[in-house]
């Protein structure tokens, strides 16, 4: 509870000091409105149908981007943590294509996929893989060599080695991953609809809004719904995390 009020005390603490700055002119209104002209903006856009429609169409490209990269990165992260070999040959490409970023494949994605829906689910799994999977291969390596010897010596197979016992062991490390994943991926989907030019979602929403009268409390709006959507997103898996894994003893050290 104490951090929460921490929390709201420096939000609070910054919108006044955005408000201040903007009426003393220290801005110009036309370029940064004040935080009271900006939230007013934003609850007339909550109550936009098709400001919703941007929402959903942006978290709903969120959720299924996630459930991708957990379906790909969770079982590519125990593969090759459990196979030195496999992981040894595969580094290179690997450490190859994660530096890559989203926006540098746009143009790329743009002309083999096109700009609907599957260009930004696409690019956002790409970017939410890499956590997720290098999470579970480091919480490989943090499990007790015993439990696994133990296991090949009952003559239990690989695949059910893995899902019964390596699985569960690095479940700590794969939500942390995952957590990471979730804004990485809310900013890929939003970078995406705002670059590609999407017909929907809160990118193309705020694209709309830069153009032509160039609305800019409109366009601070859109950006300040994508950021409460990030936050809560985080601190809505953070607090699960502590509910689900309270008995974890496990240093959960998150790799980007």
């Known amino acids: 509870m104490t951090k929460l009020f921490r929390g709201l005390a420096g939000l609070v603490g910054f919108l006044l000091l955005w408000e201040v700055v903007v009426?003393?002119?220290l801005v110009s209104k036309t370029?940064?409105?004040p935080p009271s002209v900006v939230l007013v903006t934003v609850?007339?856009?909550?109550g936009d149908p098709d400001f919703i429609r941007d929402i959903v169409a942006t978290m709903l490209a969120w959720l299924i981007a996630i459930a991708i990269a957990i379906a790909v990165g969770v079982p590519a992260g125990l593969l090759l943590g459990s196979v030195p070999v496999l992981r040894t040959a595969t580094a290179a490409i690997v450490e190859f294509l994660r530096p890559i970023p989203v926006t540098a494949l746009v143009p790329l994605v743009l002309l083999v996929i096109g700009s609907g829906p599957d260009a930004k689910i696409s690019l956002a799994v790409y970017a939410s893989l890499w956590p997720i999977m290098f999470n579970t291969i480091y919480g490989m390596g943090e499990i007790d060599p015993v439990l696994m010897e133990t296991a090949r010596a009952c003559g239990t197979s690989r695949f059910r080695i893995l899902s019964s016992v390596a699985l569960p062991q690095t479940a700590p490390f794969v939500f942390t991953g995952l957590?990471?994943?979730?804004?990485?991926?809310?900013?890929?989907?939003?970078?995406?609809e705002f670059l590609a030019g999407s017909e929907v979602g809160l990118g193309s929403f705020i694209l709309v809004a830069s153009s032509g009268s160039i609305r800019f409390d409109l366009?601070?709006?859109?950006?300040?719904?994508?950021?409460v959507l990030g936050y809560l997103i985080n601190e809505g898996l953070e607090q699960l995390g502590k509910r689900l894994f309270r008995w974890s003893t496990v240093d959960r050290e998150a790799i980007a």
């Open 23 to 25: 009426q003393v002119g």
């Open 31 to 33: 370029f940064i409105p």
């Open 43 to 46: 609850g007339d856009l909550l």
């Open 179 to 192: 957590r990471l994943s979730a804004t990485i991926s809310l900013i890929a989907v939003v970078s995406v």
């Open 219 to 227: 366009v601070l709006a859109g950006t300040v719904v994508a950021g």
